[in-house]
Structures are given as C-alpha cells and as structure tokens.
C-alpha cells in the first residue's frame, strides 16, 4: 500500500498532520523517463534535434477527482496523442537551446501559450493576432519558437482571457537546465542539489461554480470569484501524496509528496523544490519541522535567505534548497533523549489512526495502545507543508485536505530492521540470543554444529553407518562431518538415519571408533527473521557481520588461524515455495547474496562485515499472505577443506537489513 493510499483510509487522522511535525531519481531534461518514478518532478523532454527541443501539445477539456468525491470540469494543455492531464506537462528545456512549442486547440474558442520571464523573443508561426500573443482559433495550430537562456523555473500559461482560463486550468511549468549540469538549478555553485531529490509544487485555486458554468455553457462572471479548492500539482490534500502516475487519479498524474533522508557525509547536496503559483491569490506557504533556504526567485538568483514560510505571489515562482541534518541523531541505545516520552497508554490518536510510529526516534518503531492503526512504514517522520491560509488548507471548505503535502523524512540510508526471530536449522546454540544481532557490539549469537551419536562400533572398513538422529544435518547432497578426529563424507541415506560414507577425508585416516562416538557436523546453518517489511520497497540490502571461532566450549573466541570455514549468506525467494523454500538449510528457496562481496568468503576469528545489495523491487523477498511483511537471511558457514578441519563455532554480531520504503 502507498504511503497516499494508507492516507485515503482515514481523513480524519490526519488532523493529525497540522499539529505535528522513497530515492526515486526524477529524470530531466537530458533524457525522456522510461518508467514515471514514484516521487519527485516528473520532466517531459519533447524531441531533440540538434540544438533545438520541441514540445507537442493539445488545449483540451477534461475532469478532475477531489478528494471529497466530487470531479471538476478543466481545461489543459496535454501531450499531443496523449491523455487529458492537470496541470500541464513539466517541460524540460537545456540553457541555451530553442524551444518549440506546437499547440493544436480543441477547445470552443481560442487560446495561446505565453512564457513569462524569457529574455528572448518569442515568436508564433500561425494563429492571428491576440491581446497578448497570437491566439489560434477552435480546431487550429499554432507554433511558438524562443531560446532559453537564463536558467531557472518558469511558468507557461494561456495568454487568452487570462482571468477565466487560466483559473480552467491552462497552466504549466517550465524548467530551464543550467548549463553548469542537471544537478545545478542555477549557475551558481550554491545551487547544486541531489537531482533524486528535486520537487515541484505547482499551486493553484478552483472555483468548482465558475468551472460548472463553463462546462454546461453558463455565464463565467469572474467577479463572482470564490475558491472551493486548493489545488498543489493539480491534486488536493491527501491526494498531493499519491505517487506520480497513480491509477487513482488518472488526469491529474504528478503527486507532491517531499522526501527526504538526513544528510550524510556521503551525500551532502539538499533537496531542490520549485515552487511556482498559477492562481489568482497569493499563497503564503509553510513548511512545519524545518527551514528553507530560498535562492531564487522568477528564475533569477536572489540573496539566499532562510524562511519558515514565504507568500508565493500570484504568477511567481520561487526556488528553494531543503535539507535535513540530524544534528542530535538521537538513538535509544546510542544516544537516548534526556527526557522519557509519554507512556503509550497515555496517548490518543484520533479515530486510532496516526502517522507515528510509536518511538520518538527516526527509524524506530515502538508501541502503540491497542487498536491504534499506525501508517508508519519503518519509523520514518511526517511534517505538514501547506498554506498558511487555513481556509485553503481545506476541500470544499472541509478540513483538512486542499494545498498541503507532507514532508516524509526517512531514516538516513533508508529504513533499517533488525531479526526479532532465529530458526537454528543446521546448528545449535552456544549461547547469547537473537537480540545480539541489533548491533555491533562485543555481544555474540553464538552457534556451534549439530551433534548426534553412533548407536555401534565402527571398523576402518565400513561405509554404511548408523546415527542416532539425522536432525539438523543436510537432507540433500554430500556434506563431511567428523567422527573422532576422522572426516568422513556423507555420500548418500541424507535425510535418514543410515548414511552411506566414503572414509578418512581430507587428511585424515579412516579408524576404529567405539560406541556411542560422537559424529559432528562441519558447517553451522541457521537463518534470521525480520518483520514488518512493507510491501512495495525496493533496494533492499543486507548487511551481516560475525567471525567463527576454533573452540565450541569456551566463553571467548579462540582464534583460527588455518583452514578458515567459508561463510555463504543467503536469502529467502518467497516466489519459488512460500515458506516451504525457505524451512530448512537445502530448500530450493535460499539464493545466495550476489556479489560484491563474492561469496563463500573466508571468515575467521576477526569479525568480518559485508553488505550486500539487490537493486529494484524487494518483493520475491518479502513474504506475503499469513508471511506478509517477512525476510529471512541464512547464514551457511563450511569447514570443508583440509587438512583434518574441526568443528568450529559461529558467532554472529550483527545482520540486519535496508530497504527503501514505499
């Protein structure tokens, strides 16, 4: 479920949002999207022919939802054989090409394009002399041609009765690409930005009454003015936070939802969001949680200035720089907060339904009174960004909804869990407990190899044995175990308690043993739990850490030096047997990791810490059905060469995995 659709649910939890307080890369002007990503300024490219970009645009009519379940009438400019869309589309233009705009009009009377703030002339090939520009008639074409040449965020809108159709809604945005490169809003090296994090919030007001008297071919009295709502990319609250291209909202196709992660050395570039009002009224606009940073202003650079709220004036556009830095990075175990939060018994949440996740900390999830539902994927924060205006933070008058988003701050690298469960398939404990994986410590998981007992005396010769018990070792395929100080192989009967051997391997001589000798397996396989993984995330990593000792005795680590067990981790393909693919050390659903780190690697007795990646889409490895929200990641460690291995332990210090929430 979407981070909009979880908000569809209750409305009135979200009153929530006014008192309180995903990296998807959004393309530009270089190239065309092959797939819309879920958040961020979705750019439309046009074609490119040399210097020169062109855009294809049709002025239609069409119908948007509201969130309260009304439709109003619009007009639109929207690509040519494309679908109706509100607003029109983002064009995306490089510093100093030229721009081509063809219009077709299939509106019942005339209409243009003009664009703000260009320092060269535009000129029209077609049409017939407007007030502001060229118009062109119901049915007819016209091409607009202009060089871009100051960088910046710019807006594009009707020229023709600008009081009646720009409020239908014939508006867009215009985005100028500095030369400096896509990652820059200006030519300013102050303006760079992280381009997955670059935002558009187009604003804009409805009067629903003025709309419906031109759909039924009514008087349009502009005097008679009165906005019902409030619109930020062509959607109201809660719907600014649906994912660019939600099916929900097929004509309106760009959400307003801003997110961030804290800043990090790795990464230091804030977020870019452009702000551009198409309206009649001036909005004063608020972002709760945190200050922005504004540059510029018309798409001209201006003094940089800190705000915690700015008017966007009628026909204005405004750039601002956000980020997010986590000055106290506050960790319950690291560094708790000096004061202890509320006990959860007494918190109420309104119709039971909140945004928060239970924990004061980011990226923690805690406790919540019975029956509370909470739309927190993994201890992410929420903060309301909306206009001031509080009459327009509403649909219809109703409250709240209308020009608002939320600001989604995300733990930095993105959501974390740690395993709440263990399954020792091939192993036995040592000591310590699940728990000790939750970080890197001096705390160990510590496992040692499963053990059984020979019922009867064994010659040198035999290669049919007996165990008391095949439990927890492999079911399938050869594997070594140690007798004594003998290796021998396990060739066939795995699974049962008749094994079929071939003796003294590497390096050691096939012997007598007595009685009741002990057999012990080779190699450790246990696998970790992890809940709650939302479904939809992506780019989930999994990080291990853990070294193997010599002893399977002692309290601490005895160091080995030869002969190192070879560790494979492993992780749960839901897709290939549910469950049953992942239950025990040789299911067919375990896939190992893929490299980097090539695996197996060497482990000894220094703790060894790994990450691996899977980019793209998390679900085969997230469990659905009565195992929704479920991961699992094995962790096999063989000692399997010579000469004469022994039985080792495993201590684990710390897995845990990353993903990226829907």
Same mark, same amino acid.
């Given at each position: 479920?979407?981070?909009?659709?979880?908000?569809?649910?209750?409305?009135?939890?979200?009153?929530?949002?006014?008192?309180?307080?995903?990296?998807?890369?959004?393309?530009?002007?270089?190239?065309?999207?092959?797939?819309?990503?879920?958040?961020?300024?979705?750019?439309?490219?046009?074609?490119?022919?040399?210097?020169?970009?062109?855009?294809?645009? !049709?002025?239609?009519?069409?119908?948007?939802? $509201?969130?309260?379940?009304?439709?109003?009438?619009?007009?639109?400019?929207?690509?040519?054989?494309?679908?109706?869309?509100?607003?029109?589309?983002?064009?995306?233009?490089?510093?100093?090409?030229?721009?081509?705009?063809?219009?077709?009009?299939?509106?019942?009377?005339?209409?243009?394009?003009?664009?703000?703030?260009?320092?060269?002339?535009?000129?029209?090939?077609?049409?017939?002399?407007?007030?502001? $520009?060229?118009?062109?008639?119901?049915?007819?074409?016209?091409?607009?041609?202009?060089?871009?040449?100051?960088?910046?965020?710019?807006?594009?809108?009707?020229?023709?009765?600008?009081?009646?159709?720009?409020?239908?809604?014939?508006?867009?945005?215009?985005?100028?690409?500095?030369?400096?490169?896509?990652?820059?809003?200006?030519?300013?090296?102050? $303006?760079?930005?992280?381009?997955?994090?670059?935002?558009?919030?187009?604003?804009?007001?409805?009067?629903?009454?003025?709309?419906?008297?031109?759909? !039924?071919?009514?008087?349009?009295?502009?005097?008679?003015?009165?906005?019902?709502?409030?619109?930020?990319?062509?959607?109201?609250?809660?719907?600014?936070?649906?994912?660019?291209?939600?099916?929900?909202?097929?004509?309106?196709?760009?959400?307003?939802?801003?997110?961030?992660?804290?800043?990090?050395?790795?990464?230091?570039? #804030?977020?870019?969001?452009?702000?551009?009002?198409?309206?009649?009224?001036?909005?004063?606009?608020?972002?709760?949680?945190?200050?922005?940073?504004?540059?510029?202003?018309?798409?001209?650079?201006?003094?940089?200035?800190?705000?915690?709220?700015?008017?966007?004036?009628?026909?204005?556009?405004?750039?601002?720089?956000?980020?997010?830095?986590?000055?106290?990075?506050?960790?319950?175990?690291?560094? #708790?907060?000096?004061?202890?939060?509320?006990?959860?018994?007494?918190?109420?949440?309104?119709?039971?339904?909140?945004?928060?996740?239970?924990?004061?900390?980011?990226?923690?999830?805690? $406790?919540?009174?019975?029956?509370?539902?909470?739309?927190?994927?993994?201890?992410?924060?929420?903060?309301?960004?909306?206009?001031?205006?509080?009459?327009?933070?509403?649909?219809?008058?109703?409250?709240?909804?209308?020009? %608002?988003?939320?600001?989604?701050?995300?733990?930095?690298?993105?959501?974390?869990?740690?395993?709440?469960?263990?399954?020792?398939?091939?192993?036995?404990?040592?000591?310590?407990?699940?728990?000790?994986?939750?970080?890197?410590?001096?705390?160990?998981?510590?496992?040692?190899?499963?053990?059984?007992?020979? #019922?009867?005396?064994?010659?040198?010769?035999?290669?049919?044995?007996?165990?008391?018990?095949?439990?927890?070792?492999?079911?399938?395929?050869?594997?070594?175990?140690?007798?004594?100080?003998?290796?021998?192989?396990?060739?066939?009967?795995?699974?049962?308690?008749?094994?079929?051997?071939?003796?003294?391997?590497?390096?050691?001589?096939?012997?007598?043993?007595?009685?009741?000798?002990?057999?012990?397996?080779?190699?450790?396989?246990?696998?970790?739990?992890?809940?709650?993984?939302?479904?939809?995330?992506?780019?989930?990593?999994?990080?291990?850490? %853990?070294?193997?000792?010599?002893?399977?005795?002692a309290t601490t680590c005895t160091a080995l030096t030869t002969n190192l067990p070879q560790q494979t981790v492993k992780?749960?393909?839901?897709?290939?047997?549910?469950?049953?693919?992942?239950?025990?050390?040789?299911?067919?659903?375990?896939?190992?990791?893929?490299?980097?780190?090539?695996?197996?690697?060497?482990?000894?007795?220094?703790?060894?810490?790994?990450?691996?990646?899977?980019?793209?889409?998390a679900s085969a490895y997230i469990g659905t059905g009565s195992y929704a929200g479920q991961v699992r990641v094995l962790?096999?460690?063989?000692?399997?060469?010579?000469?004469?291995?022994?039985?080792?332990?495993?201590?684990?210090?710390?897995?845990?995995?990353?993903?990226?929430?829907?």
């Amino acid at each position: 479920m979407s981070t909009s659709q979880r908000i569809r649910r209750s409305l009135a939890g979200l009153a929530l949002a006014a008192g309180l307080l995903l990296p998807a890369v959004a393309p530009t002007a270089s190239a065309g999207p092959e797939a819309v990503p879920p958040i961020g300024m979705v750019c439309t490219p046009g074609t490119v022919v040399g210097a020169t970009r062109t855009f294809d645009l !049709v002025a239609s009519a069409g119908t948007i939802d $509201t969130p309260d379940g009304n439709s109003v009438f619009m007009w639109s400019y929207s690509p040519a054989g494309g679908h109706f869309q509100s607003p029109g589309p983002v064009l995306c233009a490089g510093q100093g090409q030229t721009v081509v705009v063809h219009l077709h009009n299939n509106l019942p009377e005339a209409t243009s394009i003009v664009f703000p703030g260009q320092d060269a002339a535009v000129t029209a090939t077609g049409g017939s002399a407007g007030l502001l $520009t060229s118009e062109v008639a119901p049915g007819g074409d016209i091409t607009y041609t202009f060089a871009v040449g100051q960088p910046g965020t710019y807006l594009y809108e009707s020229g023709s009765d600008v009081a009646k159709q720009v409020e239908m809604g014939l508006a867009g945005a215009l985005i100028v690409r500095p030369a400096l490169g896509d990652d820059y809003a200006y030519t300013n090296a102050g $303006t760079q930005f992280a381009p997955s994090r670059e935002y558009l919030l187009l604003l804009s007001d409805i009067d629903s009454d003025l709309h419906h008297a031109v759909e !039924v071919g009514g008087t349009y009295d502009v005097n008679a003015l009165r906005n019902r709502y409030f619109a930020i990319n062509g959607r109201e609250f809660p719907d600014t936070i649906q994912d660019n291209g939600s099916a929900l909202l097929p004509n309106q196709p760009y959400g307003a939802l801003v997110r961030l992660q804290p800043n990090s050395a790795a990464d230091n570039r #804030p977020a870019l969001i452009r702000m551009i009002n198409v309206g009649a009224v001036n909005h004063p606009f608020h972002p709760h949680g945190n200050h922005t940073l504004q540059i510029a202003q018309d798409g001209r650079l201006v003094a940089a200035t800190e705000h915690f709220g700015e008017t966007i004036g009628s026909g204005q556009t405004e750039d601002f720089l956000l980020r997010w830095d986590d000055t106290d990075n506050w960790s319950p175990t690291a560094n #708790p907060l000096p004061v202890a939060q509320p006990n959860y018994r007494n918190v109420f949440f309104k119709d039971g339904n909140t945004w928060y996740s239970g924990s004061p900390y980011l990226g923690y999830k805690g $406790t919540l009174p019975v029956g509370t539902t909470s739309q927190n994927a993994c201890g992410e924060w929420y903060f309301p960004l909306h206009s001031h205006a509080l009459n327009e933070f509403t649909n219809y008058d109703q409250g709240f909804g209308g020009m %608002g988003t939320l600001l989604r701050v995300d733990p930095a690298g993105g959501c974390f869990g740690s395993p709440t469960t263990s399954s020792l398939v091939g192993a036995s404990l040592k000591s310590g407990a699940v728990g000790a994986l939750g970080q890197s410590d001096d705390v160990y998981y510590q496992l040692n190899p499963k053990t059984t007992t020979r #019922p009867t005396a064994t010659t040198a010769a035999q290669t049919s044995i007996t165990v008391a018990s095949a439990v927890g070792f492999p079911t399938t395929g050869s594997y070594f175990v140690r007798i004594d100080n003998e290796v021998v192989q396990v060739t066939g009967g795995q699974g049962t308690t008749t094994w079929t051997v071939a003796r003294g391997q590497l390096g050691t001589a096939a012997t007598t043993h007595g009685s009741g000798a002990v057999v012990t397996a080779l190699a450790t396989d246990w696998y970790a739990g992890f809940g709650g993984v939302p479904a939809g995330s992506a780019n989930l990593k999994v990080i291990y850490e %853990g070294r193997n000792c010599a002893s399977t005795t002692a309290t601490t680590c005895t160091a080995l030096t030869t002969n190192l067990p070879q560790q494979t981790v492993k992780i749960c393909n839901w897709t290939v047997a549910g469950a049953a693919g992942c239950s025990t050390a040789t299911s067919a659903g375990w896939t190992t990791l893929p490299g980097a780190p090539a695996q197996p690697q060497n482990v000894g007795s220094t703790d060894v810490s790994s990450t691996w990646t899977l980019p793209g889409s998390a679900s085969a490895y997230i469990g659905t059905g009565s195992y929704a929200g479920q991961v699992r990641v094995l962790v096999h460690t063989q000692r399997f060469t010579g000469p004469a291995p022994a039985a080792f332990s495993t201590w684990g210090d710390l897995m845990k995995i990353v993903y990226d929430a829907p």
